[in-house]
């Protein structure tokens, strides 16, 4: 009989979980079958984390295709991203999965791929409606934000693509109407990348970046080879590329200034991207993760003017000084001292860094020393979320993997095309620890996967999570966490500022600790989530106070605000009853 060993190190496992060191040893295969799976159910059962994968019984039935032919066209390795949002009112969470679509030398396919919106009718159970919502169009799409243009109380959808870009105008009756050569935004034939919209100069209308990764078309295509096969070549083969910036004028169309406030001079090869209060200072800025080449962080200036100051702030490079194949972009205060720091996915062999912020004037890239780069280090990390899954009040790190070169198995032991996700779990000790072995079947599945989005998908007062897989379907992952922590989510609504509150500064105050967020369009991996602020408060039974900082300078202060629920803050009114109580 052969001997089975199992040993389990108190540096992999999570705080308040972790078990002494432990060696099974036995001559019996089946007696150390049972062993092992007692010590795992005891690891999972002390791990307040639980995520359970519950795709199958959801009615959803998207695949993804990237349009591959064999001919390995670099677009191919970053489609694609997603968006949870609500986009017909009802207090359900909806999901928007983005597709390819056929590239030359692959076979035409009929019905021909595109995109996939799914209504949430509770309990998970979701209801494709693409076609009713008027979504049909078979573009190659990358990237996409969701934010409410046009101030009309409904969420609006720009997709950026392998082409032209398109703008969705959301009608409030379930369907949507693509109005992207009145608004102007088409912007012409670019690989796309992430976008969100912001408010940049506070005037209550939501402008729109757009980032773009490389200069490539079929006629400069190229590829590699590894140990004789024929493999993906990187961002650096092709030309960079300017980022777009557009001006909202408030009646339906948007200007270009790109060159006026300073984005089109600085050139990379954009991935994600997020636009997020940096320094504190009460406008946004914009964080574009760069493949292969620095990252920028686009410091808002006023009047209307950008600065490029990723250098200086210590946010371009790793703590090695070196560039990195960036992907991600993900924003929160994971250490509750009161400033935004930024975690970035990164290429196989470059753990995901995580910048911490020294009150806004530098940041300091801690993977190490925080352990938040733990499992990352052979794979591929795409789709990012900080956040709290156990509601301890303390932000949790989830990464999606899965390597771009489809045949890397061939050739490369040290990694896989096919990869487990990884969660990381905040002690609360100025370290993460992985638990992605603890932590539920939802983080067994071995795919390659790309966008990542994060939110209450049933209404029960904790973070779900939706996983766009390459060439693959869907993973979807229900919350489970066994705890008895209370928690808030906070819907903003403005009235002289944009309506969707994007850009707002959230800060909840609950047992002497005090969190912040905002509200972001566009984030992680060309995807967008998380418009609903989640605050998880711990044994907290009572919140201090709710402080709104909105976009243009108002700021709100409420109490007797309650726990275990979703409350409405409208600017100027404050704490308002939900327009729909969401049902779960």
């Not at 101030?151 to 369907?175: A, E, H, Q, S």
């Not at 948007?254 to 050139?267: C, E, N, P, R």
């Not at 939706?466 to 379907?473: A, C, D, G, Y």
Request: negative net charge; charged residues 20%; contains cysteine.
């Amino acid at each position: 009989m052969p001997v089975i060993t199992k040993e389990i190190t108190a540096m992999e496992a999570p705080a308040g979980c972790q078990p002494t060191r432990t060696h099974w040893l036995t001559t019996g295969i089946a007696a150390a079958v049972v062993l092992l799976s007692v010590a795992l159910q005891a690891a999972e059962s002390a791990c307040p984390i639980q995520i359970t994968d519950v795709t199958r019984q959801t009615g959803i039935h998207f695949r993804h295709t990237d349009g591959s032919s064999g001919r390995h066209y670099i677009v191919e390795t970053v489609a694609s991203g997603l968006a949870t949002f609500d986009y017909n009112g009802d207090g359900r969470i909806d999901i928007l999965f983005l597709n390819g679509a056929p590239l030359p030398g692959s076979p035409a396919q009929s019905p021909p791929p595109r995109n996939a919106l799914y209504r949430n009718d509770g309990k998970f159970k979701f209801t494709d409606v693409t076609e009713a919502a008027g979504l049909t169009d078979t573009s190659y799409h990358l990237g996409v934000c969701v934010g409410d243009y046009n101030n009309d109380g409904f969420p609006d959808v720009y997709l950026n693509n392998f082409g032209p870009n398109i703008l969705y105008r959301n009608n409030g009756d379930g369907t949507f109407t693509d109005v992207t050569r009145e608004a102007g935004v088409g912007i012409g034939n670019h690989v796309g990348a992430g976008a969100c919209f912001l408010d940049y100069d506070g005037d209550g209308h939501l402008d729109l970046f757009v980032a773009n990764y490389v200069g490539f078309n079929f006629e400069n295509h190229q590829i590699s080879h590894m140990n004789g096969l024929e493999a993906y070549v990187g961002p650096l083969k092709f030309p960079t590329t300017a980022n777009v910036l557009f001006h909202n004028n408030g009646d339906g169309t948007f200007t270009d200034v790109s060159v006026a406030s300073g984005i089109a001079a600085y050139k990379g090869s954009g991935m994600g991207v997020i636009a997020a209060d940096f320094d504190n200072d009460g406008d946004t800025d914009i964080i574009v993760g760069n493949d292969l080449r620095p990252n920028f962080v686009l410091r808002n200036e006023g009047g209307g003017k950008f600065k490029e100051v990723g250098v200086s702030l210590g946010l371009a490079y790793d703590s090695s000084g070196n560039v990195q194949g960036s992907m991600g972009v993900e924003c929160a205060d994971w250490n509750n001292d009161g400033w935004f720091d930024f975690y970035i996915t990164t290429y196989q062999r470059q753990p995901c860094s995580l910048y911490q912020s020294h009150a806004g004037t530098y940041f300091e890239e801690t993977s190490r020393s925080t352990g938040a780069g733990l499992g990352t280090y052979p794979h591929v990390k795409w789709g990012v979320g900080m956040v709290d899954f156990d509601n301890d009040g303390r932000r949790d790190i989830f990464v999606a993997c899965g390597h771009l070169i489809d045949n890397v198995d061939e050739f490369d032991s040290s990694t896989s095309y096919a990869a487990r996700n990884i969660v990381l779990r905040n002690t609360a000790q100025g370290r993460f620890v992985n638990v992605s072995d603890q932590c539920g079947d939802g983080l067994l599945p071995k795919l390659s996967s790309r966008g990542a989005a994060f939110d209450d998908l049933d209404n029960d007062g904790d973070i779900d999570v939706v996983i766009l897989n390459s060439r693959r379907e869907p993973t979807i992952l229900r919350n489970d966490s066994r705890t008895t922590n209370h928690w808030l989510q906070v819907q903003l609504q403005g009235t002289k500022s944009n309506r969707d509150g994007v850009g707002a500064r959230v800060s909840v105050t609950a047992g002497g600790v005090t969190q912040i967020d905002e509200v972001h369009s566009g984030r992680s991996y060309q995807s967008d989530f998380g418009k609903r602020l989640q605050f998880g408060l711990g044994g907290n039974t009572r919140i201090d106070e709710v402080l709104v900082r909105w976009i243009g300078g108002g700021v709100e202060v409420i109490r007797d605000v309650g726990i275990d629920r979703l409350v409405r803050i409208v600017e100027g009114r404050g704490l308002v009853a939900p327009p729909q109580q969401p049902a779960k």
